[in-house]
């Protein structure tokens, strides 16, 4: 089994930041695997906030390109995402999931599917 093992969420005051690291193990060809991190607030889907393939290629919504930075470590297989000057709306609970990418990681990180294997979730919170 695949596990994906995620941290770095907590609370924070509008305009500070917060690194969200997802690991995985037990997979084997790791470096083919997708690894993205996707919110979901109450009453809504699981949505792509940003992943980042074993290539280098990555996906980040154009409204968070200025504050928000995903990055890997092939070396340890897990990955980053920093994220600057949130905003409340940027609350929510982040899961990370991988997969072994078969097409892009743009169309990875479209919507959560429930074949991703998925970490246990991590909150953030952003209010003052």
């Known amino acids: 089994q695949v596990q994906v093992v995620e941290s770095g969420g907590g609370s924070v005051r509008p305009g500070g930041s917060l690194r969200l690291s997802c690991a995985i193990s037990g997979a084997a060809g790791a470096e083919n695997y997708a690894i993205g991190w996707f919110r979901q607030v109450p009453g809504k889907e699981r949505e792509g906030v940003s992943c980042i393939d074993g290539r280098g290629g990555t996906y980040l919504a154009d409204s968070l390109k200025d504050r928000f930075t995903v990055s890997r470590d092939n070396a340890d297989n897990t990955a980053y995402l920093q994220m600057n000057n949130l905003k409340p709306d940027d609350a929510g609970d982040y899961y990370c999931?991988?997969?072994?990418?078969?097409?892009?990681?743009?169309?990875?990180?479209?919507?959560?599917?429930?074949?991703?294997?998925w970490g246990q979730g991590t909150q953030v919170t952003v209010s003052s």
């Open positions: 999931g991988a997969v072994r990418l078969l097409t892009s990681v743009q169309n990875f990180c479209s919507t959560g599917r429930s074949y991703y294997n």
